[in-house]
């Protein structure tokens, strides 16, 4: 399909995806401004009124660039988010561009960033999730596939893009183990328009994570990462170092209890799943050094123009 006149001016198919604790301004600055759609999670931004702060830092950095990518913003829908309201009124009066919706159906979200011209992007894992996000009126689909860090699905890319291509023909965006440019143009291969990457940039100075977090990444391979929904009540992939130093065996970890989910902003459980328990997907074998962001795109777009010479695209 045609990309929307707000991501075509991208210099790669990419969007970043918002990524807990680890996304801050630097990094969606430098994510636009090296020309592909930089995220975050609206609750990184803590204590709450910060958010405004945030969003103010990104926009004027962002005017002195005007070929600059836009920026997005992750909202977690779910009942136990204290903050969502006071979030995206804070979205809405700074115009977002683009706001990324997950865990839930965003029925009363649409029409209030649709109002001012925005655009909403929807995390699913399943062809019932993207059937009722349509239903909202998203402009777009995420398709978060088994491998992807944070919360996953089970599916297989392929399997999934291909049963959403049966009956939606707009903006699909992929998400599961993509770390190289090869797996860029993989993705568009497969049906989708652009491509969802998180845990390559985690290995950034720009990331606002432990240095040791880094260096697990450098070292971990897909065998690794764990897949479980105890620490957040839904299922993710995380480190299986980090769950070890936490005190949990990685091979007998117990099944959640989805009353206790908590998104909230006086979550210390929640706090605590992402600073001590570290989420990865399953290309952290394919990163084997520390880069500024810039410099991880640039190898990208290297990467994803020799694949296309590989297949002679052009």
């Not at 009956?167 to 992929?174: A, K, N």
């Amino acid at each position: 399909m045609s990309l929307p006149p707000l991501l075509e001016r991208l210099r790669l198919p990419v969007i970043g995806a918002p990524m807990f604790i680890a996304g801050n301004p630097r990094l969606v600055i430098e994510q636009c401004k090296a020309g592909i759609v930089g995220a975050f999670p609206a609750l990184n931004a803590r204590p709450k009124e910060a958010l405004d702060r945030w969003l103010t830092e990104i926009e004027q950095a962002l005017a002195a660039h005007p070929g600059a990518a836009p920026y997005a913003v992750n909202q977690i829908i779910h009942k136990s988010n204290d903050r969502l309201e006071h979030d995206l009124e804070v979205c809405e009066r700074h115009k977002v561009p683009i706001v990324i919706t997950s865990l839930r159906a965003p029925h009363e979200i649409v029409p209030r960033i649709h109002a001012y011209g925005g655009l909403v992007l929807h995390d699913v894992i399943s062809v019932r999730h993207a059937e009722k996000a349509l239903e909202a009126g998203v402009d777009g689909l995420i398709l978060v596939c088994a491998g992807a860090g944070g919360h996953a699905g089970t599916l297989s890319p392929f399997a999934l893009v291909g049963e959403v291509r049966r009956f939606y023909d707009g903006l699909i965006v992929l998400a599961g183990a993509i770390a190289t440019g090869d797996a860029i143009l993989a993705a568009q291969a497969a049906g989708a328009d652009l491509a969802y990457i998180g845990t390559r940039f985690l290995a950034t100075p720009e990331a606002s994570i432990p240095e040791r977090y880094k260096e697990e990444i450098l070292r971990a391979t897909a065998a690794d990462i764990v897949y479980t929904d105890l620490f957040s009540g839904v299922h993710g992939n995380y480190l299986k170092h980090s769950v070890i130093a936490a005190g949990f065996d990685p091979a007998n970890l117990p099944r959640s209890d989805p009353s206790k989910m908590n998104f909230g902003s006086g979550s210390d459980a929640e706090k605590k799943v992402w600073r001590d328990i570290w989420s990865a997907g399953q290309g952290v074998g394919q990163i084997d050094t520390i880069l500024p962001v810039a410099e991880v795109v640039e190898r990208l777009a290297r990467e994803y123009a020799a694949a296309r010479r590989r297949l002679q695209l052009g």
